[in-house]
Each structure stands twice: as C-alpha cells, then as structure tokens.
C-alpha cells in the first residue's frame, strides 16, 4: 500500500509524521486499514524546502499541492478499485493492470487548491493570520487533549517526556523556556502579581532556603558574611580617632 501527503506543519514535516505514530490526523484510508491490522512499515521524503515566510506561504503552499498531486499521479497513489483517472489520464508510471501496489489516496490533491493562493500578503495580514492560527491551534489541542485518543497518547507518550525532562539537554530546554517567559511582559506581570500574595511569599521563602542548603547558596553565604565583616572592621577603623 502506497500514501503520498504533503507533510506539511507549521513547525515543520517532522511534527506532521509524528502524527502517524501518535494516530492522530490520520488519511481517511490509512486509519481504516490500520483499524483491520495494517501497520506502517517505511516512511520518506521525496521532497523537502525550507519552512517559508508567511508572506508567501500562500504561493508555497500551492506549489507543495502541485508537487503531492504529481507525485500522487506519477506514482498511482489514491484509492480506487477500478481503472479510475480522477481526470488525469495516461499519467502513471504503470497501466492499472500491472500494479503490484494498492493506493490509499481518497482525492486528488488539487482539488484543494483555490483560486485566490497565489497572492503575497501584507505584514497586517500576516499578524492577522498569526492571530488566527494561534487561537485554532488553542482550541485543536484542547480537544484532542480532552478526546479519548489524546488521552491516550499522553498516557504513551508520559515515559519519553519524563526521560526528556530529567536530561541535562531537556533541562537546560525547560530553564531557557522558563527564562524567556520570566522576561517577557506577560511573565513579569505575572511573577509580580504572584510574588504579593501569601502562596507566593511562601514559595519565594522555601526557594531562598533551598538556595542557601545548595554549595553555591552556601559559598554565596560565606561570601556575604565576609563583606560584611571588613565592611564593619573599616567602620570600626574609621570610628577611631
């Protein structure tokens, strides 16, 4: 059985062929004969670009469903238990007959395609979109988190996260994440309005005493005691007459 799809994502093609190992977002003909037994045996890519600049994500995108419905053609990928030419005839590789393979492409990638896709948008377009892609993104993951699937997959995936998590590369991640939120307007309003309440002067309390238990909180410590020290033997010496 042969699937050729456009892998796109807006993080990029390797986020998209995760979905196949998560079940999630799967074709129409792929989820059906997995559901009968059938697994994934072999994934590639015939072809890659960089991700594109919103202004011309339009444009590049209708190349990609130009390219996916050639190589969908070219290489008899959709679905079909006839000699059907979804209107493109003469186009394969092989004649009908003499395939060895079973496509699993429901339609034909340009069907997709509309008409008004080649245009390069402004930069309030651009914010526009952004805007609009965050909220769709919000709202996606919120259902599928909530959906019997998502809570599936959080359960498989729940050992690699914790394996990420505890690495030295997964917490240097988590501590860079962590500080460009703490410098960011929204982090700063909230870390404020978290430090005047009392849960909050709590935490920042059993932080400074977890601090000061570690070496470094410890050398500091010494550190600070030993500036204090001259600094009130030279009040002292001044103080003399």
Known sequence: ???????TDPRGCRFRLQHYDNSYRLPRYIEYFMKKGWSITHRALILRCAIP???ILDICRT???IMEGTCTFLLSALYT????DFGVKNFDLWPFDERNHLGLGSHSPLRELRGDTMAVLSPEQV????????????????KFRQSEKGKAAI?????????WAQSEKGKASHNAARKRWEQSEKGNATLKKRAQTESGKAIHRASQK???ETENGKAHNRAKQKRYREKKKLLAALAEP
């Open 127 to 142: 914010e526009e979109l952004l805007a609009d892609r965050k909220a769709r993104k919000a709202t996606n993951s919120k």
């Open 210 to 212: 977890r601090n000061r």
């Open 155 to 163: 359960r498989r995936n729940a050992p690699g996260r914790k394996r």
């Open 53 to 55: 600049p919103l202004h």
């Open 63 to 65: 190349v990609m469903m």
């Open 1 to 7: 059985m042969l699937y050729v799809g456009s892998g």
């Open 81 to 84: 238990v006839r000699d059907a």
